[in-house]
């Protein structure tokens, strides 16, 4: 006969039961939810990184080209150069790769602490004796995480990019 832990015990059953059922919630309700954010966190991140690379590449690039100064060609790279800093800087002004990359990575680490929390039964899940209760309130803290990441996403899209400060 399966009796209840006294009230106010530890049981080390009661983390594996909040855990396999926060698993069944990601890879069932949320079909990968969280690794999704991590993937597409990532690829920002890297193309963030490639695009800052490209201008900083293409920047020293021309001015090592200025030492060729007398040739006909220094012209027409110089200008090359300058267009692909333009291009790459503009589009990684358009397509917000650091802060797609930040707010993808956030979610995702909002994601992995509030089930820390709901699995060892701490912050707002301590005063959530019953079970239902606690999971309810673990899923919905999961779907306001996205739900805010998203809100950003879209809020961010619909305004058009900061221009560049004079420096």
Known sequence: MNQAPPAGAAPGGRAQDREA?????????????RAWYGKKAASAKSRAQALGLTIIATGAATSFVQVFAHALWVTIVTALLGA????????KQIARYDETWAAYRTASERMKRERRLYTNGAGAYRALADEEAAFVAFVGAI????????QIY??????????AKPQ
């Open 84 to 91: 692909l800093v333009t291009v790459a800087e503009g589009w």
């Open 21 to 33: 059922k926060a698993e069944k919630y990601f890879t069932h309700d949320l079909a990968g939810q």
């Open 154 to 163: 879209w809020r961010d899209r619909s305004t058009p990019p900061a221009p």
């Open 143 to 150: 779907e306001a995480i996205i739900a805010e990441e998203q």
